[in-house]
């Protein structure tokens, strides 16, 4: 799946610039990659982006694949727009998935959007996460965020009992398309996964716990009430991103299944089998020396005012990742030393462990003494230890790239 960004979605309201980026980005690969859609921005019509993308997206769509089909790959390459889950709902007086609609802002939108991927047999691409169900609401049951929970749903516009919110969300888009008269719409979910870090809710004991149900279920091809059987769904994500936005909260950089050197953070296994199989990390993975930069006890005691710690706190936040020392987060019980220490190591480790960057204004020293405390880990950066440059370049961010991970329903 290859993306068009949102903010060229306006661009390719041109077809002749549409027709370009085909060319591009899409034909002169054919012969070498299995390319199978283009995804025509990322959830665009987020209510957090205030309607920017809602009159974008449909003449990016029309244009991308009438491109494509002019390049004579339009029948195995198709143009979709993949969605967060809160373009549809259910009404408050009916909270039921078979009373799902697509939202009164943007129904005009859909309709045409989902009227034209089934002309041209495309599929509808929709991102669900439990998670997201739990952070936006404190009265959602917990469990049934899960697929071993005891809570439960009972539609009597379909006789179904939904045990989890995965199938409860995928059938209530099943009734917003079938509204539209396309209830036998191919559908994908583009994303899916639990983070690990960020939340009190984003932990290992609960992405485990989450990926232990899911996958068992895909590799059943179990599908969901409305849809038994095989569907495609891609795990979100591969591997953690550190510089990814935090807008919409600190569990953003913390999706990943493997962690930012390439490790796996907890069983999964990918067979549907169930049995809790340690993933394969990353091989040969070299990290840069032993060493930590922490905040020096004896610069306390000569330290101006706590307003010259927080600006060098801050300073250090600001261009590495501290999402772990949230409220609830992995490193969200340190004191005030353990912050200053941990904001400080995390910008000396981006900055490959310069000795000029463990300073401060005298605040911080290095050491050589693991400073990690219970599950707080304070980590090294990965590089040549002999070099002391980080193996990936000067440019590179801590974390590496993040894919999406797709996961082979047997």
Not at 22 to 50: C, M, Q, W
Not at 276 to 305: D, E, H, R
Request: hydrophobic share 40%; proline share 5%.
């Amino acid at each position: 799946m290859v993306a068009i960004p949102n903010d060229q979605l306006k661009a390719m309201g041109s077809y002749n610039r549409a027709k370009d980026w085909v060319r591009r980005n899409i034909t002169r690969f054919n012969d070498d990659i299995k390319i199978k859609y283009v995804a025509v921005g990322n959830e665009p019509f987020l209510t957090s982006y205030n309607g920017s993308f809602i009159n974008l997206t449909y003449p990016a769509l029309f244009n991308i694949q009438k491109a494509l089909n002019e390049a004579g790959v339009g029948d195995f390459i198709k143009a979709t727009v993949p969605s967060n889950a809160d373009v549809y709902s259910s009404p408050p007086e009916n909270p039921v998935p078979s009373a799902g609609r697509f939202r009164q802002d943007i129904y005009e939108e859909m309709r045409l959007i989902v009227n034209f991927l089934a002309h041209n047999k495309a599929p509808f691409t929709v991102n669900i996460y439990p998670f997201l169900s739990l952070y936006l609401s404190s009265d959602f049951p917990f469990d049934y965020a899960f697929f071993n929970g005891q809570n439960t749903v009972n539609d009597n516009g379909n006789g179904v009992v939904y045990t989890n919110v995965f199938d409860a969300n995928f059938d209530t888009l099943l009734a917003s398309l079938k509204e539209l008269g396309h209830g036998d719409m191919t559908v994908i979910v583009g994303e899916v996964g639990w983070p690990t870090d960020g939340d009190k809710n984003a932990n290992i004991p609960n992405a485990e716990r989450f990926y232990a149900g899911l996958l068992p279920k895909l590799a059943a091809n179990r599908g969901t009430p409305m849809r038994p059987g095989y569907i495609e769904v891609y795990l979100f994500g591969f591997i953690d991103e550190d510089a990814k936005s935090i807008a919409p909260g600190n569990f953003e950089r913390h999706w990943g299944i493997f962690k930012y050197d390439g490790q796996p953070k907890f069983p999964a296994d990918l067979s549907g089998e169930g049995e809790k199989k340690a993933l394969t990390g990353a091989q040969n993975v070299q990290y840069l020396q032993s060493q930590w930069c922490m905040l020096n006890p004896n610069a306390i005691s000569f330290s101006n005012s706590t307003n010259q710690l927080g600006d060098n706190v801050n300073y250090a936040c600001t261009f590495s990742d501290c999402t772990a020392l949230g409220y609830g987060s992995s490193c969200g019980n340190l004191d005030e030393v353990g912050n200053a220490s941990y904001a400080f190591n995390m910008y000396f480790q981006v900055q490959n462990q310069k000795a000029e960057a463990c300073d401060f204004e005298g605040l911080a020293m290095i050491t050589t003494k693991n400073i990690s405390r219970d599950q707080c880990n304070f980590p090294i950066q990965i590089g040549d230890p002999t070099s002391g440059h980080c193996m990936y370049g000067s440019s590179v961010r801590f974390g590496l790239v993040s894919m999406l991970l797709l996961f082979m329903a047997l």
